[in-house]
């Protein structure tokens, strides 16, 4: 108890020792004096620790000897639930020394923390009788708590050296082991896991026309089913706007008739590229006489997509998914919830007509990416799209799994001193003004300074202010004019809204500094008449995406001829830019021998590395 008044003291609790026996149990007028004391100490605010009587409890009993109603005390299981019941407690939390119940013993291979147990429906769990701190085991809590929870208090059973762990529990956190006695419980995390490999495997089995005809088929769907989707869309814009969500966001979230056209144009372009994506020979090698090795494209595994706002990614992403045999599991933003699950319906329905609906699945909540970044066994590869946050966040949680994504979008361009004044206007317009919201869109203009006082600046700020165009000027630019703009908070600063800063360089080799200082990597361009500026921008500018006299906008899965686009990537591992096809595939390695070993190949063998390298052209694919 001393122990306990420390600990308590520490935040101005009172604490106060009640013993309890078995028999203040069995005896009705008893129980109610118990009951009584418990909620007078609680109404003074004092905390009451409760222990059994050690000095005059009978000693252990049998199974047998219980009473009926009464859970036979045996430990502070026991003891805790007894009194959770008593009370009429509204959450029973029992703490142990690991996370909650497994499926197997919790530190063995490939045991599975369960988020909920329903105790009628345990699947032969089995659990240990002892502990190693304290005298009951599992199996004493799981009785506790069983009993409990048939008496209408809810069970969780909790690692008691979690941090915050009781205050997470209450706010409704996703810590320890539920107690339920639903039927339909929801399918662990695991398991939606475990059936996207599945699925990928299924995919894989398919002949690529059959996988073709999947995504044929979410397209004509996705045509067909207009109406259901606006409506579903419209919920979600509706309850956007009441939340005051920000027009750059509501734009993102919306799904036009014409971004729905456009999304179906791009999966039948997809669909009708895709017969080779997997099994496709990259490279052919006789080793030797008789040995022949060929390396060929296959599916990276299971993805975890998640995406914010817009939902027009969930059929893109899942085609590219089934084009290249990949299981899918997709989180998108709760403010896209309607259209995303009448789009998720779409996808199920369209991979149905080939009995591949576990490939892809919806995963609904965000405790729910968290459990999946765990499980580095099951999930392959990560792609967060969505803000720089977002993707922060993915990167801090991800136990093990890469993770491929973006952290920003600031993209440049830059007017040199040698540009068509009527080619630039247009392409900072297009760069700026046709999806402002985009990660592709221009943030920063940079200007060669010899440019600033020529009629050509005033047409260029006219422009842009016509467009509505909020304007910040960089320090250089502020510096010489006189009545300019509010200088700019930052030059590192993504807007997504029609918002740019304006700052002006002295010569080429600056505007490529200033990119390399402030930009994020993803899409830079030159607008120039000079070929030789022009091509040491493109050598020199280290971004996914560098243009020469076009809009930045062309940083786009779809306009690069690659059907659709999971995401950007400005990592510099596996995949950079726009990730279609190719970034959800990897590679395997396929030997073919007579009977070879590498004795045959010793000083005294009989046989002779040639490494020759072969015609690939009459290879074709070599898995369906």
């Given at each position: 108890?001393?122990?306990?008044?420390?600990?308590?003291?520490?935040?101005?609790?009172?604490?106060?020792q009640?013993?309890?026996?078995?028999?203040?149990?069995?005896?009705?007028?008893?129980?109610?004096?118990?009951?009584?004391?418990?909620?007078?100490?609680?109404?003074?605010?004092?905390?009451?620790?409760?222990?059994?009587?050690?000095?005059?409890?009978?000693?252990?009993?049998?199974?047998?000897?219980?009473?009926?109603?009464?859970?036979?005390?045996?430990?502070?299981?026991?003891?805790?639930?007894?009194?959770?019941?008593?009370?009429?407690?509204?959450?029973?939390?029992?703490?142990?020394?690991?996370?909650?119940?497994?499926?197997?013993?919790?530190?063995?291979?490939?045991?599975?923390?369960?988020?909920?147990?329903?105790?009628?429906?345990?699947?032969?769990?089995?659990?240990?009788?002892?502990?190693?701190?304290?005298?009951?085991?599992?199996?004493?809590?799981?009785?506790?708590?069983?009993?409990?929870?048939?008496?209408?208090?809810?069970?969780?059973?909790?690692?008691?050296?979690?941090?915050?762990?009781?205050?997470g529990?209450?706010?409704?956190?996703?810590?320890?082991?539920?107690?339920?006695?639903?039927?339909?419980?929801?399918?662990?995390?695991?398991?939606?896991a475990?059936?996207?490999?599945?699925?990928?495997?299924?995919?894989?089995?398919?002949?690529?026309?059959?996988?073709?005809?999947?995504?044929?088929?979410?397209?004509?769907?996705?045509?067909?089913?207009?109406?259901?989707?606006?409506?579903?869309?419209?919920?979600?814009?509706?309850?956007?706007?009441?939340?005051?969500?920000?027009?750059?966001?509501?734009?993102?979230?919306?799904?036009?008739?014409?971004?729905?056209?456009?999304?179906?144009?791009?999966?039948r372009?997809?669909?009708?590229?895709?017969?080779?994506?997997?099994?496709?020979?990259?490279?052919k090698?006789?080793?030797?006489?008789?040995?022949?090795?060929?390396?060929?494209?296959?599916?990276?595994?299971?993805?975890?997509?998640?995406?914010?706002?817009?939902?027009?990614?969930?059929?893109?992403?899942?085609?590219?998914?089934?084009?290249?045999?990949?299981?899918?599991?997709?989180?998108?933003?709760?403010?896209?919830?309607?259209?995303?699950?009448?789009?998720?319906?779409l996808?199920?329905?369209?991979?149905?007509?080939?009995?591949?609906?576990?490939?892809?699945?919806?995963?609904?909540?965000?405790?729910?990416?968290?459990?999946?970044?765990?499980?580095?066994?099951?999930?392959?590869?990560?792609?967060?799209?969505?803000s720089?946050?977002?993707?922060?966040?993915?990167?801090?949680?991800?136990?093990?799994?890469?993770?491929?994504g973006?952290?920003?979008?600031?993209?440049?361009?830059?007017?040199?001193?040698?540009?068509?004044?009527?080619?630039?206007?247009?392409?900072?317009?297009?760069?700026?003004?046709?999806?402002?919201?985009?990660c592709?869109?221009?943030?920063?203009?940079?200007?060669?300074?010899?440019?600033?006082?020529?009629?050509?600046?005033?047409?260029?700020?006219?422009?842009?202010?016509?467009?509505?165009?909020?304007?910040?000027?960089?320090?250089?630019?502020?510096?010489?004019?006189?009545?300019?703009?509010?200088?700019?908070?930052?030059?590192?600063?993504?807007?997504?809204?029609?918002?740019?800063?304006?700052?002006?360089?002295?010569?080429?080799?600056?505007?490529?500094?200033?990119?390399?200082?402030?930009?994020?990597?993803h899409?830079?361009?030159?607008?120039t008449e000079n070929?030789?500026?022009?091509?040491?921008f493109?050598?020199?500018?280290?971004?996914?995406?560098?243009?020469?006299?076009?809009?930045?906008?062309?940083?786009?899965?779809?306009?690069?001829?690659?059907?659709?686009?999971?995401?950007?990537?400005?990592?510099?591992?596996?995949?950079?830019?726009?990730?279609?096809?190719?970034?959800?595939?990897?590679?395997?390695?396929?030997?073919?021998?007579?009977?070879?070993?590498?004795?045959?190949?010793?000083?005294?063998?009989?046989?002779?590395?040639?490494?020759?390298?072969?015609?690939?052209?009459?290879s074709?694919?070599?898995?369906?």
């Amino acid at each position: 108890m001393a122990l306990y008044d420390a600990m308590f003291s520490q935040y101005g609790a009172k604490i106060a020792q009640v013993l309890v026996t078995k028999p203040d149990f069995c005896n009705e007028d008893v129980r109610q004096q118990l009951f009584s004391t418990l909620s007078d100490l609680m109404l003074l605010k004092i905390i009451p620790i409760i222990n059994t009587n050690d000095a005059v409890a009978p000693p252990p009993q049998t199974e047998n000897d219980d009473v009926p109603g009464i859970l036979n005390i045996k430990d502070n299981d026991c003891l805790a639930a007894e009194l959770a019941v008593e009370i009429g407690a509204d959450a029973l939390i029992m703490m142990s020394d690991v996370d909650g119940i497994y499926t197997g013993p919790p530190f063995s291979e490939g045991a599975r923390l369960l988020h909920t147990y329903n105790p009628n429906i345990s699947n032969g769990i089995k659990f240990g009788n002892k502990s190693r701190v304290g005298m009951g085991g599992m199996e004493s809590k799981v009785k506790s708590a069983t009993w409990a929870l048939e008496r209408g208090v809810s069970v969780v059973i909790c690692n008691g050296m979690e941090d915050k762990a009781i205050s997470g529990i209450i706010k409704g956190k996703r810590i320890g082991t539920f107690f339920t006695d639903a039927k339909d419980v929801e399918p662990s995390i695991e398991s939606v896991a475990i059936r996207a490999r599945e699925g990928s495997r299924t995919l894989l089995s398919l002949a690529p026309d059959k996988r073709a005809d999947i995504i044929f088929t979410l397209a004509d769907l996705l045509s067909k089913r207009q109406k259901d989707i606006s409506k579903a869309n419209k919920q979600d814009i509706e309850i956007a706007q009441l939340n005051g969500l920000s027009g750059p966001l509501l734009s993102r979230l919306a799904l036009t008739p014409n971004k729905v056209q456009s999304l179906v144009a791009g999966l039948r372009h997809m669909a009708a590229e895709s017969h080779e994506n997997v099994g496709r020979v990259l490279r052919k090698t006789k080793v030797a006489d008789g040995m022949e090795l060929n390396q060929i494209t296959v599916p990276i595994g299971v993805l975890l997509v998640i995406f914010e706002s817009r939902p027009d990614c969930l059929p893109q992403v899942a085609s590219l998914a089934i084009s290249t045999a990949n299981g899918l599991l997709l989180k998108g933003g709760k403010e896209a919830s309607h259209s995303n699950q009448c789009l998720m319906n779409l996808v199920s329905e369209a991979l149905d007509v080939h009995d591949a609906t576990s490939a892809v699945s919806l995963v609904s909540s965000r405790e729910q990416v968290s459990d999946l970044l765990q499980l580095n066994n099951y999930v392959d590869l990560v792609i967060p799209r969505g803000s720089k946050e977002l993707v922060q966040t993915i990167q801090c949680q991800s136990k093990g799994i890469p993770v491929l994504g973006h952290s920003e979008g600031i993209c440049h361009v830059y007017v040199d001193k040698d540009c068509d004044p009527s080619m630039a206007l247009k392409i900072v317009r297009d760069s700026k003004c046709d999806y402002p919201a985009a990660c592709n869109a221009m943030e920063t203009l940079l200007l060669h300074r010899s440019i600033v006082h020529t009629p050509f600046f005033e047409d260029l700020c006219n422009m842009l202010k016509s467009e509505k165009v909020e304007i910040y000027a960089g320090p250089k630019l502020s510096k010489i004019l006189t009545f300019g703009p509010p200088l700019a908070k930052s030059m590192k600063i993504e807007y997504g809204s029609l918002e740019c800063a304006i700052e002006i360089v002295d010569s080429f080799e600056e505007a490529v500094a200033h990119i390399h200082e402030y930009g994020s990597g993803h899409t830079d361009v030159i607008v120039t008449e000079n070929v030789t500026t022009a091509q040491q921008f493109l050598n020199t500018v280290d971004s996914a995406c560098v243009f020469h006299n076009c809009s930045s906008r062309f940083a786009d899965g779809y306009r690069f001829g690659l059907g659709a686009e999971v995401g950007i990537s400005t990592t510099r591992i596996h995949a950079r830019g726009p990730v279609g096809v190719e970034g959800l595939l990897t590679t395997k390695w396929m030997m073919f021998g007579t009977g070879n070993a590498v004795t045959d190949f010793n000083d005294n063998g009989t046989m002779k590395y040639v490494h020759e390298k072969l015609n690939i052209a009459s290879s074709g694919s070599s898995s369906s």
